[in-house]
């Protein structure tokens, strides 16, 4: 089997890209294809540039969308997974501002001979998280039903090729037009102080759809009243708090742990050198 990273990422982020490559360079199994960046255009020749110094054989591809509509742009990149990394049967969607900080093997991430796809219940996480409530929703609009569970529980998200197939005739079909045309068209929900995709969320519909249409792709794990369990090769950071805001929150990684340090403190201690 062939696994490939893929990271959706835009100019503002590229300070992570960086460390993101690294220690990806550093860190994954040979049971990786170079990881695939996607970016639109206009950001080509700074994306190839950094990866031409953290990690050469990495592939840059371009996919547009309309102006504005950056953040759509970047979730329909990733549900065209099977599409910008042809060559994988898994494809591991991963944020620019993930680092990897112990060895990237599939071994972590699937259970018999599956990728482990977790979740929890939005009777579980609404009480405490109901900003989340905009994703139920518009996965009920997307497609059909209202989702019992939320799947974006942690990255990396490892999904089959075949899935993001599926999933997009899925749409095309109920809703009577191309896949991209119909998210484009789902705008912002009528609020001004929310982001272009405040009401679609892709790793809810790729979750919701495969639990309902196609539930023998994962192996699925519900973390309701579960402790929390850390254990990760790769950090997932803020990327709006940028490389020196001190981290509230602690993951643990050989030599050293998250807490009261920034995400370049953390960088430099996994890679062994600093970033600028």
């Not at 680092?99 to 996480?125: A, C, R, W």
């Not at 519909?205 to 192996?219: I, Y």
Request: negative net charge; charged residues 20%.
């Amino acid at each position: 089997m062939k696994h490939q990273v893929l990271i959706s990422t835009y100019h503002k982020d590229f300070v992570w890209l960086g460390p993101n490559l690294a220690t990806l360079h550093k860190f994954q199994s040979d049971d990786f294809l170079p990881p695939v960046v996607n970016v639109q255009s206009e950001d080509y020749a700074g994306a190839r540039a950094i990866a031409d110094r953290y990690f050469p054989r990495a592939i840059v591809v371009v996919k547009d969308g309309p102006v504005g509509k950056g953040n759509l742009r970047a979730q329909i990149a990733m549900m065209n997974g099977d599409q910008l990394c042809p060559d994988a049967d898994y494809i591991w969607l991963v944020g620019s501002d993930c680092i990897t900080h112990s060895p990237l093997t599939p071994d972590f991430f699937f259970q018999d001979g599956k990728p482990v796809l977790q979740m929890n219940s939005y009777e579980h996480l609404l009480p405490y998280a109901p900003g989340i409530k905009p994703w139920q929703d518009g996965v009920e609009a997307v497609l059909g039903w209202k989702p019992e569970f939320e799947y974006m529980r942690r990255l990396p998200l490892i999904y089959p090729r075949d899935l993001f197939r599926y999933v997009r005739v899925f749409i095309t079909e109920r809703h009577g037009k191309p896949f991209e045309e119909y998210v484009y068209g789902i705008g912002n929900d009528g609020r001004e102080h929310r982001s272009d995709a405040a009401n679609f969320s892709e790793s809810n519909v790729l979750g919701a759809w495969a639990h309902g249409h196609a539930p023998e792709m994962f192996h699925w794990k519900n973390l309701d009243g579960l402790p929390y369990d850390g254990t990760n090769p790769m950090i997932q950071f803020w990327s709006h708090g940028g490389l020196d805001f001190a981290c509230d929150c602690r993951v643990d990684y050989p030599g050293g742990n998250t807490f009261g340090k920034t995400p370049r403190q953390v960088i430099k201690e996994i890679l062994g050198y600093a970033i600028p």
